[in-house]
């Protein structure tokens, strides 16, 4: 399966927000559930945040309230809106395929380039 390509990152003060976008080689709208991952600098990817066809979501309890995923298949893309960043959000941000809406931490597609997101005053 095809990789996303992923954009909108950048150097954000702390406290800041940054929204970022991913998309897929194909139809957005046909993938059941779509997650946001982020890979800190010698770790493995690390589940943000899902989203099924429904709009219904998932996030992990590190970005809870302040990072809100959404999907919009009239543009092809899932984007994410981070609001509140910490420095500990500093990392690349990808996006993947879930095994299943349950299974986030088994991802199913090659990943892309990311985009890297730094938090930093």
């Known amino acids: 399966q095809g990789q996303f390509v992923e954009s909108g990152g950048g150097l954000v003060q702390p406290g800041g927000s940054l929204r970022l976008s991913c998309a897929p080689s194909?139809?957005?709208?046909?993938?059941?559930?779509v997650g946001w991952y982020r890979q800190y600098p010698g770790k493995q990817h690390e589940f943000v945040a899902t989203?099924?066809?429904?709009?219904?979501?998932n996030y992990a309890d590190s970005v809870k309230g302040r990072f809100t995923i959404s999907r919009d298949n009239a543009e092809n893309t899932v984007n994410l809106q981070m609001n509140s960043l910490k420095p500990e959000d500093t990392a690349v941000y990808y996006c993947?395929?879930?095994?299943?809406?349950?299974?986030?931490?088994?991802?199913?597609?090659?990943w892309g380039q990311g985009t890297q997101v730094t938090v930093s005053s």
């Open positions: 993947n395929v879930p095994r299943s809406r349950k299974q986030v931490h088994i991802t199913t597609r090659n």
């Open positions: 989203i099924t066809t429904n709009s219904d979501t």
């Open positions: 194909g139809s957005i709208s046909s993938i059941l559930v």
